[in-house]
């Protein structure tokens, strides 16, 4: 049913339109949670590669894609490529909005500072914890990714 969608999209508004991929990706998060996972990577591979050869490394979709497929790969065990994407994400949030925006820590700094710290990385997880945390006079205290980092940096 998923790909009739896409396919009927694809013909109807070629490849080079972002609704083909905002849709692939909303296809992709049911998947996902279905735990089809292999569908869910298929389409959020799509979609990122569509919104790239669209010319928008940066932009907000590519980057919600780049976390999406990041935690993915991390469900599937990916842990290499789930750091890959979470970089890639903090680093694109963090250029597009400003490391103290609202979104930049939530958007990657506390993921990757937990895929650091599942890989045993210890060193690069405090790094991007105290990342975090220097946000918190932007953001509030009170905000639930300042709280998690705190938690966490605790923990290491």
């Given at each position: 049913?998923?790909r ?43 979609c ?37 994407m979470?970089?890639r ?39 991007m ?28």
């Amino acid at each position: 049913m998923f790909r009739r969608a896409w396919a009927g999209l694809e013909r109807t508004v070629g490849q080079e339109d972002l609704a083909v991929y905002n849709t692939v990706f909303s296809l992709g998060v049911p998947c996902k949670e279905q735990s089809r996972l292999g569908e869910a990577e298929e389409m959020f591979r799509c979609c990122l590669q569509g919104y790239e050869n669209l010319s928008r490394p940066d932009s907000m979709e590519t980057l919600r894609t780049a976390r999406s497929l990041g935690r993915l790969y991390h469900t599937q065990g990916k842990l290499e490529e789930a750091v890959a994407m979470m970089q890639r994400t903090f680093e694109g949030f963090e250029k597009s909005l400003g490391p103290f925006h609202t979104s930049t820590p939530k958007a990657g700094g506390v993921h990757l500072a937990a895929l650091y710290t599942h890989g045993g990385k210890l060193a690069e997880a405090e790094k991007m914890y105290r990342l975090v945390l220097k946000g918190s006079k932007a953001i509030g205290l009170e905000h639930q990714f300042i709280n998690e980092a705190a938690y966490a940096l605790g923990k290491l």
